[in-house]
T-cell receptor, first 115, second 112 residues
Framework: GNSVTQMEGPVTLSEEAFLTINCTYT??????LFWYVQYPGEGLQLLLK?????DKGSNKGFEATYRKETTSFHLEKGSVQVSDSAVYFC??????????????FGKGTLLTVNP | NAGVTQTPKFQVLKTGQSMTLQCAQD?????MYWYRQDPGMGLRLIYY???????DKGEVPNGYNVSRLNKREFSLRLESAAPSQTSVYFC???????????FGDGTRLSIL
């Protein structure tokens, strides 16, 4: 079956530090890949996505590249801010066999950015 | 823009009580989903509705039922609540499977 493994947290950084949150996946088909962010007390929001190999998703200074050869979709940001403190979820959507519900999430990584 | 609206936001139940969580979306999406979020477990799919008139089980359906009332609304029912169902419940919707899901703000449910 499909699965997503992401870096365990919590991750604590100082403002302006470089961020990487690792995410690897296993999938039977040709998945789309997503990063979602959850701010305290809120639901998940889509941060970025990539739908095929070598695509780069980007938003709000965050980037992730769909690497089929390493089955990875690592999240990066060059300079984090206090406002980036949140839980980040990597997820995949399985396009195979008409399985149109299959959004599989990683367990989430808590990021805290200190001023 | 309302997006996905969940009610109630908080609820405390006693073991054995029943409850229905409501979800409505105003984006004309075809698919709707119910998840539960527990510490260290990420999000787990309870039930989903691919389109109006259809519902299917997800990873953790035991103890729950759902109703897709119309295209906008998808409710989750706990018939006899148990402490193991204490969780944060999220409703989501999407145009179709390969499009991003839009989430509500969640219902925080405690069962004593």
């Amino acid at each position: 079956g499909n699965s997503v493994t992401q870096m365990e947290g919590p991750v604590t950084l100082s403002e302006e530090a470089f961020l990487t949150i690792n995410c690897t996946y296993t999938a039977t088909g040709y998945p789309s890949l997503f990063w979602y962010v959850q701010y305290p007390g809120e639901g998940l929001q889509l941060l970025l996505k990539a739908t095929k190999a070598d695509d780069k998703g980007s938003n709000k200074g965050f980037e992730a590249t769909y690497r089929k050869e390493t089955t990875s979709f690592h999240l990066e940001k060059g300079s984090v801010q206090v406002s980036d403190s949140a839980v980040y979820f990597c997820a995949l959507s399985d396009n195979s066999g008409g399985s149109n519900y299959k959004l599989t999430f990683g367990k989430g990584t808590l990021l805290t950015v200190n001023p | 823009n309302a997006g996905v609206t969940q009610t109630p936001k908080f609820q405390v139940l006693k073991t054995g009580q029943s409850m229905t969580l409501q979800c409505a979306q105003d984006m004309n999406h075809n698919s709707m989903y119910w998840y539960r979020q527990d510490p260290g477990m990420g999000l787990r799919l309870i039930y989903y509705s691919a389109s109006e008139g259809t519902t299917d089980k997800g990873e953790v359906p035991n103890g729950y039922n759902v109703s897709r009332l119309n295209k906008r609304e998808f409710s989750l029912r706990l018939e006899s609540a148990a402490p193991s169902q204490t969780s944060v419940y999220f409703c989501a919707s999407s145009v179709r499977f390969d499009q991003p899901q839009h989430f509500g703000d969640g219902t925080r449910l405690s069962i004593l």
